[in-house]
């Protein structure tokens, strides 16, 4: 594969030019970009594959649901329906995607779940409504230029940085380092808990921000109690035999963390926002069924389980949330200080 990739390095080349010149023209303004009248967080990254930008999303969801009618706006992927669509009950992850879904579920009392491809729609969709949101977060949106957001969040993977990679197809970026400039805040996501602040700030150095920039440090937390068919907590999974069905980007994490607790398991790994077929499904009910105990149990992720539940039984799924390694209040006061400025200005 590195040798493959190494051997692709013109075209990467070629996507780095297309790219570059993209961004380029939407900074001089040949390509057109619309801003809104509200705040608009996007909040993305740089490389393909998972940063933990559900988690994210889902903290600013918390921080900002008390005060703020919020909205969050996603583009649905690998969603079956088209156009603009508000998420609501009779939705499934088919029809919006798994991660809509999932931020609907948790939190229908407090947002407005919406998807569309074309942000700048959705965002005019959504301002049309009675009950318009005073704040809108734009899901995976960092290379969405049609809008220009009010502040962006770039998340980059602890050992993954966006600043050792290279663009697509030689690396993992969607476009080049130098779209880390538009954000004021970076995440580094994904930190072992016990990170440093030696090793915080030979990143910073690496990562290099720029006077504007703040650089932060987030770790992944797993609930210790399980939802879905079966609640329980982590630890009685010990006297289970459990089959783990994955299909997200970087499943290791979660079976380090399984192993961790001393949970045995059987691992089936299908790619990231996969749709289960039916034979996928009965493949799993088959695997779920020569497992030997009589106590055994399905366990998947949060994300996963939008696009499982009903389909197979005995499902559990276990979740995930971002905390910050230290200064929680400062990210907090800048995301606040954001918002506050942009609803004064307009």
């Not at 029809?95 to 879904?101: F, H, I, Q």
């Not at 998807?115 to 965002?123: L, P």
Request: aromatic content about 10%.
């Amino acid at each position: 594969m590195k040798l493959l990739r190494f051997l692709l390095f013109p075209f990467a080349v070629l996507y780095n030019v297309v790219t570059t010149v993209r961004n380029w023209f939407f900074n001089i303004g040949v390509f057109k970009s619309r801003s809104f009248d509200i705040p608009v967080i996007a909040v993305g990254n740089l490389s393909v594959g998972g940063t933990g930008k559900s988690p994210q999303i889902e903290y600013l969801i918390r921080l900002l649901k008390d005060n703020y009618k919020i909205a969050v706006l996603s583009r649905g992927y690998k969603r079956k329906t088209e156009g603009f669509q508000l998420v609501n009950d009779t939705h499934s992850a088919e029809d919006v995607g798994d991660e809509p879904l999932q931020f609907y579920k948790k939190f229908k009392k407090d947002v407005m779940v919406a998807v569309d491809a074309d942000r700048t729609n959705g965002i005019q969709q959504l301002l049309q409504r009675d009950n318009s949101p005073e704040v809108v977060l734009l899901d995976d949106a960092y290379q969405h230029r049609k809008v220009t957001a009010s502040s962006y969040i770039l998340l980059t993977k602890y050992n993954d940085l966006y600043v050792d990679d290279f663009v697509l197809p030689t690396g993992n970026l969607r476009e080049s380092r130098r779209g880390a400039k538009r954000a004021s805040v970076i995440v580094v996501t994904k930190c072992p808990e016990g990170l440093s602040k030696t090793e915080q700030e030979k990143i910073v150095r690496k990562i290099n921000p720029k006077s504007y920039q703040k650089v932060f440090f987030t770790t992944i937390v797993y609930d210790e109690n399980l939802k879905g068919t079966e609640e329980l907590a982590i630890s009685d999974l010990k006297d289970k035999e459990v089959l783990l069905v994955t299909g997200i980007a970087n499943p290791k994490p979660l079976l380090n963390f399984l192993k961790e607790k001393e949970i045995g398991f059987k691992h089936l790994n299908f790619p990231d926002h996969h749709n289960f077929t039916q034979q996928d499904i009965s493949n799993i009910k088959k695997a779920f069924k020569e497992l030997s105990s009589q106590q055994k149990i399905i366990l998947t992720t949060e994300k996963d389980y939008m696009r499982l539940e009903g389909k197979v039984d005995h499902l559990s799924y276990i979740s995930i949330k971002s905390d910050f390694l230290n200064e929680e209040q400062v990210f907090n006061s800048l995301v606040l200080e954001e918002i506050r400025r942009v609803k004064k200005t307009k």
